[in-house]
């Protein structure tokens, strides 16, 4: 099977601004773009992605979840960059009429297939670094990935980072792509250092997230997670963990969570801690690493809770249990 996100449908959906106005969206090749050298983005990062999925169910109907959350946040994304604005139906259109055009491809459960809006700015002006992007692009790109745990629910191991930062504290809830690069060392110097598979930033001692996914801990009846800010990335998957555990009844508490308190619930017999993110959905954490002691989080293996958490989500996204929040549109 391919490397995740290595695979991509030929063709994607793209739409241009210029002269202040967005062209009408079309179905173009997906292997290459032509910029300028000088482009906007290439110099001073205005770029932005999604990162959502299109789920196939036994009737054969296509079916993409909370696309309006991710349309929303990629809205977001580049108002903060000051890239253009577009509307909402715009990204709707696009991500529709790509996903309908490859919906033989979409695979069957436990694969998808996976949908990366793109938003870059093109302007040609190098002397723009104090100055937004006149010109963008916007397109869409499809990826069928495969089972994500095809390799069995191995647990991961997290290097706790009190002293460096993911990202600047203010671009935290933007997805954009040079708060993945300025991740970069810190995540290579963990996996060589001490084998860690990511690294949880905690900065000053607050459990933020991690390079690409949300943290949960599950204590008992309770899962708790640190509250949304603008230090963060706002995750559609944590947020619909988070529902489906009240609708559970377990106790949601979304407040700061120190490394302290972590670590000391961490030691506790029956305590899970998990990862949350489109791609994975809910990923198990089985050891916590912590200036040189590593401490298992429980006993170290999947915990029950997480377990059945993904797996109602996956129901909902598989069309295997009922969608009452109304997640699910049909592409
Ligand atoms: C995308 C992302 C997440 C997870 O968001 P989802 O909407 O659940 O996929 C969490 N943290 C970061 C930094 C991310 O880029």
């Known amino acids: 099977m391919a490397a995740f996100g290595t695979v991509f449908m030929p063709q994607m959906t793209l739409a241009t601004f210029e002269d202040s106005n967005w062209s009408a969206p079309e179905l173009v090749s997906s292997d290459t773009i032509q910029l300028h050298p000088g482009a906007h983005v290439l110099h001073y990062a205005s770029t932005c992605f999604e990162g959502l999925k299109a789920f196939r169910h036994e009737d054969g109907s296509i079916n993409l ?25 715009l990204l709707q259109k696009m991500i529709t009429d790509v996903v309908k055009h490859f919906a033989d491809e979409v695979p069957k459960p436990p694969g998808s297939m996976y949908i990366r809006p793109t938003h870059i700015g093109t302007e040609a002006a190098i002397g723009k670094a104090a100055s937004p992007t006149s010109s963008s692009l916007l397109y869409v790109l ?7 745990f095809s390799g069995g629910d191995k647990t991961l191991r997290l290097l706790l980072e009190e002293n460096g930062s993911r990202c600047a504290a203010h671009m935290g809830m933007v997805k954009s792509g040079g708060n993945y690069a300025s991740a970069l060392q810190p995540i290579l110097q963990a996996r060589a250092s001490v084998n860690a598979d990511q690294v949880l930033f905690c900065p000053n001692g607050d459990v933020q997230e991690t390079g690409a996914a949300n943290f949960l801990l599950i204590d008992g009846n309770e899962i708790i997670t640190k509250a949304l800010d603008s230090s963060f990335l706002h995750g559609v998957t944590r947020d619909s963990i988070l529902t489906i555990a009240r609708d559970m009844g377990m106790t949601v508490s979304e407040r700061e969570l120190s490394v302290e308190e972590l670590l000391e619930r961490a030691a506790k017999p029956n305590t899970e801690a998990a990862l949350s993110g489109t791609a994975a959905v809910l990923a198990p954490v089985g050891t916590l690493i912590h200036n040189g002691k590593e401490c298992s989080v429980g006993d170290g293996t999947a915990g029950e809770t997480t377990l059945k958490l993904r797996k109602a989500l996956n129901d909902i996204q598989w069309g295997k249990a009922e969608d009452k929040h109304g997640w699910l549109t049909q592409a």
């Open 142 to 148: 499809l990826s069928p990935v495969g089972d994500y």
């Open 65 to 89: 979840f909370r696309m309006d959350r991710n349309i929303k946040r990629m809205q977001q994304s580049s108002k903060l960059l000051s890239l253009p604005d577009f509307d909402a139906s």
